[in-house]
């Protein structure tokens, strides 16, 4: 650098600083303002980028969840179609063991008339339903019962209509889903519901949902094991090779990883089938007999041969980027030092590939989880998961509140485990292909 | 473990076969399912199976007919075509939205960072069964307000959900892989670009485009590939107008069993291998770019 232009410099730092000792830029203001000026322009800058997709995902994706979630607990719809027995109510004790007196019967049969009118009181029998069965059709009967029904005493009326209106229990659960907001579907979730002596679990014979919770959970656990021990030789592999070898066997890995999921469904189910490849070749060469073909399909083991086949790269993918960092030269020196090769690997090796080993499992049990797609397609009916009650309950039975808090369930689950993944990992580290 | 030492003991030589003949196996696992399927597509009989004339390699063994069934028939052909709208549409919207939110998420002062990149991650992690559940509620209710009170046509309203559907669910992978080229971008050409007068537009379009484009295409693949393949949510909120590929591919595998699922798996091996060399080959493209060896 020239002296005529070190001084200039000189010259403009002189200009710019003035008598009170603030660094001003050119035009005058501080330097200090100017700067936080820019950098707030390059924040909104920034922010203007981001927000069309923040905006999107809330709208179509985040709202959409909430709404979910709060399905699970909304129960608007005794108050608005009984709202005058809802009041009744207020003042009746359940566990008198009394049913409510003749006045709660008269708001009944106001509140009723006006369903019946609207064509509304159908829905609230099939909404109750799901709570205990018989609702539907006692609302379907009191229904017709109720347009001639001129005048009081209506308590009598009503139990010659349909007697379980003489039940102390129809009461009891019309008294507990009152409230616009319910924990029903919740409890109902876990196989427990709420009785006149508060919540508890169901009989034993009719506990479903805790059963299935805990199949999933024992199922995924049991992929992602199978994962691990299948991945975990071909990512050592891998990672030791020299690159030109380790690139090429990659694509065995990453084409079944870009392959449609139900083109390896297709493919498990073909050669699973009794009539499937696998069995035709263990028929052949003799292990099995060909009137006692394996059942491999349509069942637990089904499931975890397919979904261990689809989500095996997803436990190969990180196993390998982890071991690749690992450096030869502490197994070099381990063995330079006395080790065999067993206690090489597993007193220095193995203990640096655990990251990988988290990464993977926590990537393969996350994905297991909320599988839907291949447990409907191999499953049969023992091998399903909790994602299958849960579109079951959408499409068929059109319970949505208790469909609603399974999902809450999961997703918390779900949630939960990717924040130990965001610990272990963080998520700017997710690596693609 | 790469080259065996001439020192090696009788144990070690045996360990070192035998741990490749492992791998081996558990590639041909990986790989098998996929290839066991193509030539069972060229399968003359209706059956799942090796006919014993496929066996013996004979030409009455193989034929087209599946193929053939697949491109003339209407419900698969009409899958098809709304699978090729649905797939660039929604890859399109997530392409556009999540590259310019990742190029504004790697800039230095972004404040709540961590909680917007969790948010844009989130349709990622949301098991798929979830965001279908969730969409299928409160699309459902917007749909029927856009059909009845605003009266836009019942089919157009429908296809528009799912393509915003997937395109939600595509925009993760786009955020990722563009975010990961931008941590390799150098700054100072953008600078560099503006202090010779060139305006934010086309220094953006000039400079910083082309330089993160294997990024972007490579998250708009994913992208693709997420509708293309996505079944859940069509199963939910769509109707038979909106029926794609895998739905079909979906019924015919839970009701009854056709052949032709067999020749459409084939073409869409087809297109996976396809997806993988571009990836490869975008691959070595940011690399050589980066100054790095093709390794």
């Given at each position: ?292 073909r394996l059942v491999l399909i349509n069942n637990q083991l089904g499931t975890i041969i397919a979904m261990t086949h689809i989500l095996l790269p997803f436990m190969i993918l990180p196993l390998y980027s982890v071991m690749k960092t690992i450096s030869p030269s502490y197994v070099r020196a381990a063995k330079s030092m006395g080790a065999n090769d067993w206690t090489a690997f597993w007193k ?86 | ?295």
């Amino acid at each position: 650098m020239s002296s005529s232009e070190t001084l200039s410099v000189e010259e403009q730092l002189a200009a710019g600083q003035s008598d009170d000792g603030i660094v001003r830029a050119a035009d005058g203001t501080p330097l200090k303002a100017r700067l936080a000026k820019a950098l707030r322009r390059e924040k909104l800058r920034s922010f203007l980028m981001i927000s069309p997709l923040l905006l999107f995902i809330v709208f179509s994706f985040l709202l959409p969840i909430g709404d979910m979630l709060f399905r699970s607990v909304e129960n608007q719809i005794v108050q608005n179609t009984l709202p005058t027995v809802v009041e009744e109510l207020e003042r009746w004790d359940p566990a008198s063991g009394e049913l409510p007196d003749e006045e709660t019967f008269a708001a009944l049969a106001k509140d009723l008339k006006v369903a019946v009118e609207e064509r509304i009181h159908t829905r609230l029998g099939s909404r109750l339903n799901y709570e205990e069965s018989g609702f539907s059709g006692l609302f379907r009967t009191t229904g017709r019962a109720v347009k001639k029904m001129e005048s009081g005493p209506y308590k009598a009326q009503f139990i010659e209509a349909d007697k379980d209106w003489g039940e102390l229990r129809t009461w009891v659960i019309l008294d507990s889903f009152k409230a616009p907001y319910t924990s029903g579907y919740f409890l109902s979730a876990v196989d427990a519901e709420n009785t006149a002596e508060g919540v508890q679990m169901k009989p034993e014979n009719e506990r479903i949902y805790l059963q299935l919770f805990m199949r999933t959970l024992w199922m995924s656990l049991a992929i992602t094991f199978m994962c691990l021990l299948l991945g975990y030789p071909v990512a050592y592999l891998l990672a030791q090779l020299p690159a030109r070898t380790s690139n090429l066997l990659m694509i065995l890995v990453l084409l079944p990883f870009w392959t449609s999921l139900l083109v390896r469904t297709s493919a498990w189910k073909v050669l699973l089938q009794g009539q499937g490849v696998i069995n035709d070749i263990l028929v052949w060469i003799g292990i099995v007999d060909d009137a006692s073909r394996l059942v491999l399909i349509n069942n637990q083991l089904g499931t975890i041969i397919a979904m261990t086949h689809i989500l095996l790269p997803f436990m190969i993918l990180p196993l390998y980027s982890v071991m690749k960092t690992i450096s030869p030269s502490y197994v070099r020196a381990a063995k330079s030092m006395g080790a065999n090769d067993w206690t090489a690997f597993w007193k220095v090796y193995f203990p640096q590939s655990v990251p990988g080993i988290g990464a993977g499992a926590i990537l393969v049990f996350i994905l297991a989880i909320g599988y839907y797609i291949t447990p409907a397609l191999v499953g049969g009916t023992s091998g399903i998961f909790i994602s299958n009650r849960i579109a079951f309950h959408i499409s068929t039975s059109l319970n949505w509140g208790l469909a609603a808090a399974l999902g809450a369930i999961l997703l918390v689950l779900v949630l939960l485990l990717f924040y130990i993944y965001d610990k272990i990992v963080g998520i700017d580290n997710v690596k693609l292909g | 473990m790469a080259a065996l030492p001439p020192y090696a003991s009788n144990t070690q030589i045996a360990w070192h076969y035998g741990f490749r003949v492992l791998c081996a196996m558990i590639f041909f696992f990986l790989i098998f399912p996929i290839l066991v399927i193509i030539p069972l597509s060229f399968n003359a009989q209706n059956f799942f199976t090796f006919t014993p004339e496929m066996l013996r390699l004979s030409p009455e063994g193989y034929s087209l007919k599946h193929y053939e069934d697949f491109f003339t028939s209407s419900s698969w052909q009409s899958a098809m075509w709304n699978s090729l709208t649905i797939a660039p549409l929604a890859t399109l919207l997530a392409t556009v939205l999540g590259t310019l939110a990742a190029i504004g998420l790697s800039q230095s002062h972004v404040p709540y960072k961590s909680a917007i990149m969790a948010i844009l991650i989130s349709p990622m992690i949301v098991p798929l069964i979830i965001s279908a559940t969730g969409m299928y509620f409160f699309y459902s209710r917007i749909g029927n307000f856009l059909v009845n009170d605003v009266g836009l046509p019942l089919d157009a309203v429908n296809f528009a959900k799912i393509v915003l559907a997937h395109a939600a669910l595509g925009t993760p992978f786009v955020i990722i892989t563009v975010t990961a080229t931008m941590v390799g971008f150098d700054r100072s050409l953008t600078r560099a670009a503006a202090s010779m007068g060139a305006n934010p537009v086309t220094t953006f379009f000039q400079v910083q485009m082309p330089l993160i484009l294997p990024g972007v295409i490579s998250g708009a693949l994913f992208a693709f590939i997420t509708s293309f393949d996505e079944v859940v949510v069509v199963l939910f909120l769509g109707t038979a107008s909106q029926k794609t590929l895998p739905w079909q591919m979906f019924i015919g595998l839970r009701e009854q069993i056709s052949p032709t699922i067999l020749a459409v798996a084939t073409i869409m091996v087809a297109l996976s291998i396809m997806l993988l060399t571009t990836l490869e080959l975008l691959r070595r493209r940011s690399e050589r770019l980066r100054g790095l060896s093709p390794s």
